[in-house]
T-cell receptor, first 112, second 120 residues
């Protein structure tokens, strides 16, 4: 079984600043993947970044990076130079045993 | 990335009727499709997983006779909500992935646009 926990229901950040969204997970799988998805008001799920658990190096995609702490089962998302278009719900997810399990989400507001 | 098309985007139906939602992978073969339900301001809850040509696997608490899932081809899965009631009103999202090692997808799942179902 997998569980994903996001302890921050809402976060806000000033435009151009940096924000970190927290996520912890638990899984019995030895081979798994972690994702951050963005859901804007359109409700289309958009993949932001992915991390293979067997890789020690933290994934980076332009302004988005993760801090993957495998022993602590922590997978936080850092957004640098926040932009108005980053405003959305962000879901952390764990994939293992053929299932994608989502956290409860963090609503990110960007303050102009 | 790969494209998943979900149709319709919105549907209103009368209580007691059935409604079908389609999920198509447009540029890859989806060996596995997932159906999720999302309540307002909540997370995505997995309802069932379907593999092409076999019966869907339903999550605990999901009524398989009410939510009929068919994955008849590698590009199409359908979710039929039978005898719909107002409590079935929700946002339904499908996602699809190809087999591991498939072109450009691997373990990543691509999502449809979602369907907002309103039962009146």
């Amino acid at each position: 079984a997998q569980t994903v926990t996001q302890s921050q229901p809402e976060m806000s950040v000033q435009e151009a600043e940096t924000v970190t969204l927290s996520c912890t997970y638990d899984t019995s799988e030895s081979d798994y993947y972690l994702f951050w998805y963005k859901q804007p008001p359109s409700r289309q799920m958009i993949l932001v970044i992915r991390q293979e658990a067997y890789k020690q190096q933290n994934a980076t995609e332009n302004r988005f990076s993760v801090n993957f702490q495998k022993a602590a089962k922590s997978f936080s998302l850092k957004i640098s130079d926040s932009q108005l278009g980053d405003a959305a719900m962000y879901f952390c997810a764990s994939f293992g045993n053929e299932k994608l399990t989502f956290g409860t989400g963090t609503r990110l507001t960007i303050i102009p | 990335g790969a494209v998943v098309s979900q149709h319709p985007s919105r549907v209103i139906c009368k209580s007691g009727t059935s409604v079908k939602i389609e999920c198509r992978s447009l540029d890859f073969q989806a060996t596995t499709m997932f159906w999720y339900r999302q309540f307002p301001k909540q997370s995505l809850m997995l309802m069932a997983t379907s593999n092409e040509g076999s019966k869907a696997t339903y999550e605990q608490g999901v009524e398989k006779d009410k939510f009929l899932i068919n994955h008849a081809s590698l590009t199409l899965s359908t979710l039929t909500v039978t005898s719909a009631h107002p409590e079935d009103s929700s946002f339904y999202i499908c996602s699809a992935r190809s087999q591991p090692g498939g072109a450009g997808v691997g373990t990543e799942a691509f999502f449809g646009q979602g369907t907002r179902l309103t039962v009146v």
